[in-house]
């Protein structure tokens, strides 16, 4: 079996760089997906475990292997390309097979082992064709099976599916899911679409700018998001975050006159933070509830299950996820409420602010170990 | 719906198309209706009336063993000229596409080549390969009387092989280079994933997709050395020693300029009109169809 092991590894384009030192651990048989938006060197990582970029500064380890100055060829690594990078001279057989001709692999049992990974990705019927003459989908297929023919140590993934539709993605999702789960074998997925990640992460690696934010469980992360910028970036519609001070008393001001009562808060008196809140933790309450926030809806948008009201609360944007039904016109004066142990707070560096509240919560969401 | 641009005035096209019409009359259509006519007639050395001589004059050459000699010399120049020339450029392109570094500098320092006229080359060369003070000479100094072009026949149209080579490559260079470069790196790239040694990855990836290139360059180049070779030959051996360097275009012109029998030297330009024409039809007609890589 084989681990990942990244010990601050950095990445920089002749003097510009691009990753500034990345320390993790990926564990045998994981399924780790590294999210991040465009740019911010997610790629560049993940190529240079395959062995396709230099490291610039630091190690990487495939097992107990530093991998450093070995050819891709060494490394027992497949990847799956973006745009499939599929032979276009060369048939869906001789494509997936190219690796084990490269190896010298006698031809009988080089078909036999084509057709056996065809089938589990349901193209034995294409084999004699050109990538030209298949589907967007049936490209992707075949650039997984031209992965899984040589039985890597590791899969590598880079944004496999962004060249597909909507419903092929979520179809290929599965596929991928299903083979990691009867294969078995450490697989590393590059996205920057949330819900892959989410779905298809045993954990993530949430990348910003060239530095890892966070690591940890996709539920974890959604939960309990060490920074903004993965409290922003984790969730759809996004975390509400309400830039504010706490005065003396405790007391949360925001907007223009705004007041939120949260705990913790007079020890962060004077402190300039953001209290953070997701859309679907915040429930409408009666007027005149305890605590409750006034906010005036701007606007509603429908998404059949439920519906997202755009509100204005004193001044700061607020998005909440309503089950309700009934018109809603803008202009609609309404009040919501949200438990203590759904705030999160980050200071003005990014970085979260831990409080007895959300201590409790991450006891309450935390889950038995990935590997136990 | 197709949309089409259409002119009022019917003689505006005509006015527009007619410098290039002109020029194509008169250099290409005028000379070649002469040389046909000449062809069919025996035409007299000084000038002063000709006669209908019919297939006679491509008989004549059919028959004639020298002129067999001439054509199988020049297809064996332009097989070596053709292939020498492309696998340099092949290769340097290789490398260049490899390195990226410095690429815009090497495109033009490769092409250079081909905007030197060939009588120009010629005179150049003819000072590196002189025997007796050449720089290619100099093995002279270590095996005496070993390199000498103007009596070996061999070595003479060796030479012009060679020259003729160089000043293609930066011309095959630019192409290849350009072909090299429109290949997704990532196809590469999955080849390096896949275990292919770069040398592998290039004849099993990149020749197979550059392919149509390939074919282009090589009916190209074959035609340029059926038809280009005469500044190089004439500057440089002048057919010589003893007719070696002969190849159907010098024939062309020895037999016609210096030997003064037109006719003959017409029909032969008829033949090897005939052949660049067919290679031509093989461009269009062949190699288009099969490029079919996307």
């Known amino acids: ?137 049936q490209r992707q297929r075949v650039a997984m099976a031209r992965a899984m023919v040589r039985e890597p140590k590791v899969f590598l993934f880079d944004e496999p599916f962004s060249n597909l539709d909507a419903k092929l993605r979520v179809a290929m999702r599965s596929e991928v899911r299903r083979l990691h789960r009867d294969l078995g074998v450490t697989s590393v997925f590059v996205t920057h679409d949330q819900t892959e990640a989410m779905t298809l992460a045993d954990r993530l690696i949430i990348m910003n700018g060239g530095r890892v934010e966070q690591i940890g469980r996709p539920s974890d992360v959604y939960h309990n998001p060490a920074s903004r910028f993965v409290a922003d970036f984790i969730g759809s519609p996004a975390m509400n975050l309400i830039e504010g001070e706490f005065d003396a008393k405790g007391v949360f001001n925001h907007g223009k006159g705004g007041q939120l009562r949260a705990e913790g808060g007079m020890a962060l008196a004077g402190r300039k933070v953001a209290l953070g809140i997701r859309p679907e933790a915040i429930r409408r309450a009666g007027a005149g509830s305890n605590g409750a926030i006034a906010a005036v809806v701007d606007y509603v948008e429908e998404l059949g299950a439920s519906r997202l009201i755009y509100a204005d609360a004193s001044g700061s944007r607020l998005i909440v996820v309503d089950t309700g039904t009934g018109p809603l016109p803008g202009g609609t004066k309404l009040h919501f409420t949200f438990a203590e142990q759904d705030v999160h707070l980050f200071a003005e560096d990014g970085r979260r602010i831990e409080t007895h509240a959300s201590a409790a919560r991450m006891a309450a969401h935390a889950e038995q170990p990935i590997n136990a | 719906m197709e949309r089409r641009a259409y002119y009022r005035n019917k003689g505006l096209p005509w006015l527009l198309i007619a410098p290039q019409l002109l020029l194509v009359l008169v250099f290409f259509y005028w000379p070649t209706s002469q040389a046909l006519y000449w062809a069919f007639t025996l035409e007299q050395p000084w000038g002063g009336g000709n006669s209908w001589a019919g297939w006679d004059n491509f008989l004549a050459i059919f028959h004639d063993r020298e002129y067999w000699g001439t054509v199988v010399r020049s297809a064996f ?25 410095g690429t815009r500098a090497f495109q033009s320092v490769y092409v250079w080549p081909y905007a030197i006229a060939a009588p120009a080359a010629g005179v150049a060369f003819r000072f590196i390969f002189a025997p007796e003070a050449g720089l290619v000479g100099a093995i002279n100094g270590l095996w005496p009387g070993i390199w000498n072009p103007a009596i070996n026949g061999y070595q003479a149209l060796g030479m012009i092989i060679v020259c003729h080579s160089w000043l293609g490559i930066g011309y095959n260079f630019i192409f290849f280079l350009a072909a090299l470069q429109m290949i997704p790196r990532s196809i590469s790239e999955a080849g390096a994933m896949d275990g292919a040694r770069p040398v592998r990855r290039m004849l099993d990836l990149q020749l197979p997709l550059i392919a149509p290139t390939v074919f282009f360059l090589l009916i190209i180049n074959l035609i340029s050395s059926f038809t280009d070779s005469f500044g190089l030959i004439d500057t440089m051996t002048e ?12 024939k062309i012109y020895f037999d016609g300029f210096k030997g003064l029998d037109y006719s003959g030297a017409a029909a032969q330009s008829i033949i090897l009109m005939l052949l660049v024409v067919a290679l031509t039809f093989v461009q269009f007609r062949w190699v288009e169809k099969r490029v079919h890589y996307n």
């Open chain 2, 239 to 250: 057919g010589g020693p003893f007719g070696s360097t002969e190849v159907m275009v010098y």
């Open chain 2, 77 to 101: 120049y332009a097989c070596c000229t053709t292939a020498l020339s492309m696998f340099m450029a092949l290769t340097l392109a290789v490398f260049v596409d490899r390195s990226l570094k």
């Open chain 1, 1 to 137: 079996m084989t681990t990942i092991t990244f010990k601050s590894v950095k990445k920089r384009y002749k003097k510009n760089p691009v990753v500034h030192g990345v320390d993790a651990q990926i564990e045998s048989g994981e399924f780790v997906v590294i999210l991040g938006p465009s740019g911010c060197g997610k790629s560049t990582l993940l190529r240079m475990i395959a062995g396709l970029e230099e490291i610039s500064d630091g190690e990487i380890l495939i097992g107990d292997t530093v991998v450093n100055k070995l050819e891709p060829r060494e490394r027992g690594c497949a990847m799956v390309f973006q745009n499939y990078a599929l032979y276009p001279h060369m048939s869906v057989r001789k494509n997936i097979g190219y690796a084990l001709k490269v190896a010298g692999m006698p031809k009988p049992e080089r078909e036999a082992r084509v057709l056996k990974v065809a089938q589990s990705v349901s193209l034995e019927g294409y084999l004699d064709r050109l990538p030209g003459e298949l589907s967007g989908g």
